[in-house]
């Protein structure tokens, strides 16, 4: 649940940023008490503001940081951007891992956190507490690293599903069929980690593996290095050699 008590250590939060990220992070701070003014549009000063929170795309955040006041403590939501561009203003940030939309609850949410100075992570942790998020700090030289994290966990998974999805459709399976495996497996990961993988390649059946790649490289045979690259990560990470290599 949000800290209601940060709250009170967040007086005039302004929002500059009228997207998705900006409506739903100022209806959120509205609703647990913070005074917040906005979404304000690019370009704004902000001057009356303790906390300035920049909800602008990444390569807009430095023209968007360097309008702002002095004197606030500026942050962004960005995953992928450092706090370079936010500079000199004493920066902050926090990346909620998750997909925002407008009506988007922060409650329970993981967040990447950061900041310039001591007094600024202490801001960006007391907005995390105040939006109910669980917040973890990652670093400047940790950023990139991070974000393709999360980038593999959440987009290449959708292209990872959209494949199946494909090669399903040629069997006259639809997407929704693969809805619940695909939610078991992730449930499983998150509980278990590689140890969740089943499968013929975790079990050794290289007969059956090879019967799916012949049925890729036959009906979706622009796909077959993407299952090939699968079959050797697999192959890995289930600690079994490729076919008809010696262990």
């Given at each position: 649940?949000?800290?209601?008590?940060?709250?009170?250590?967040?007086?005039?939060?302004?929002?500059?940023?009228?997207?998705?990220?900006g409506?739903?992070?100022?209806?959120?701070?509205?609703?647990?008490?913070?005074?917040?003014?906005?979404?304000?549009?690019?370009?704004?000063?902000?001057?009356?503001?303790?906390?300035v929170?920049?909800?602008?795309?990444?390569?807009?955040?430095?023209?968007?940081?360097?309008?702002?006041?002095?004197?606030?403590?500026?942050?962004?939501?960005?995953?992928?951007?450092?706090?370079?561009?936010?500079?000199?203003?004493?920066?902050?940030?926090?990346?909620?891992?998750?997909?925002?939309?407008?009506?988007?609850?922060?409650?329970?949410?993981?967040?990447?956190?950061?900041?310039?100075?001591?007094?600024?992570?202490?801001?960006?942790?007391?907005?995390?507490?105040?939006?109910?998020?669980?917040?973890?700090?990652?670093?400047d030289?940790?950023?990139?690293?991070?974000?393709?994290?999360?980038?593999?966990?959440?987009?290449?998974?959708?292209?990872?599903?959209?494949?199946?999805e494909?090669?399903?459709?040629?069997?006259?399976?639809?997407?929704?069929?693969?809805?619940?495996?695909?939610?078991?497996?992730?449930?499983?990961?998150?509980?278990?980690?590689?140890?969740?993988?089943t499968?013929?390649?975790?079990?050794?059946?290289?007969?059956?593996?090879?019967?799916?790649?012949?049925?890729?490289?036959?009906?979706?045979?622009?796909?077959?290095?993407?299952?090939?690259?699968?079959?050797?990560?697999?192959?890995?990470?289930?600690?079994?050699?490729?076919?008809?290599?010696?262990?």
């Amino acid at each position: 649940m949000p800290d209601s008590h940060s709250a009170h250590t967040l007086a005039r939060v302004a929002i500059v940023g009228d997207g998705r990220v900006g409506r739903a992070v100022a209806s959120a701070l509205h609703a647990a008490g913070v005074e917040v003014h906005g979404p304000l549009g690019r370009g704004a000063t902000a001057a009356d503001a303790q906390v300035v929170l920049l909800a602008v795309p990444d390569a807009e955040i430095g023209a968007a940081a360097a309008a702002i006041a002095p004197g606030a403590l500026v942050g962004h939501f960005s995953g992928a951007t450092t706090l370079e561009p936010l500079a000199p203003h004493e920066a902050l940030g926090i990346h909620p891992l998750t997909t925002v939309v407008a009506s988007t609850s922060f409650d329970g949410v993981p967040a990447a956190v950061a900041g310039s100075t001591a007094r600024a992570l202490e801001t960006a942790l007391a907005l995390a507490g105040v939006l109910g998020m669980e917040p973890f700090e990652v670093h400047d030289d940790d950023r990139a690293a991070y974000h393709a994290a999360a980038s593999i966990a959440s987009n290449f998974l959708v292209t990872l599903e959209s494949f199946a999805e494909d090669l399903a459709a040629t069997a006259g399976v639809p997407r929704e069929a693969l809805g619940p495996l695909v939610r078991a497996t992730v449930a499983n990961w998150q509980a278990h980690g590689a140890a969740a993988l089943t499968g013929p390649i975790a079990r050794g059946d290289d007969a059956v593996v090879e019967r799916q790649r012949a049925a890729v490289h036959e009906r979706l045979p622009e796909r077959a290095a993407l299952f090939e690259a699968l079959v050797s990560a697999t192959q890995e990470l289930a600690g079994r050699p490729p076919a008809g290599v010696a262990s």
